[in-house]
């Protein structure tokens, strides 16, 4: 395996990991939380702009999930 699929799947955990911080907003105030967000925000936000508002939750780190996976698997 090398380096780049390597650190897109460290990507894809750091989005995970983001989603599941999302349901603890007590932790919105922590400095690592801040820079988690902003890290997985740069590829989620581009989607957000896609997807209706009006949907109950966030799915654009599941799309950006896939869309790596898909990258990796044609890699």
Request: hydrophobic share 50%.
């Amino acid at each position: 395996m090398n380096v780049i699929q390597t650190l897109l799947k460290l990507y894809i955990y750091a989005l995970i990991f983001d989603a599941i911080l999302s349901f603890f907003p007590e932790l919105q105030k922590h400095k690592w939380r801040r820079q988690l967000k902003r890290i997985c925000d740069y590829s989620c936000d581009p989607i957000r702009k896609y997807l209706p508002p009006s949907l109950p939750f966030d799915f654009s780190p599941i799309l950006v999930i896939f869309i790596i996976q898909l990258l990796m698997f044609l890699w």
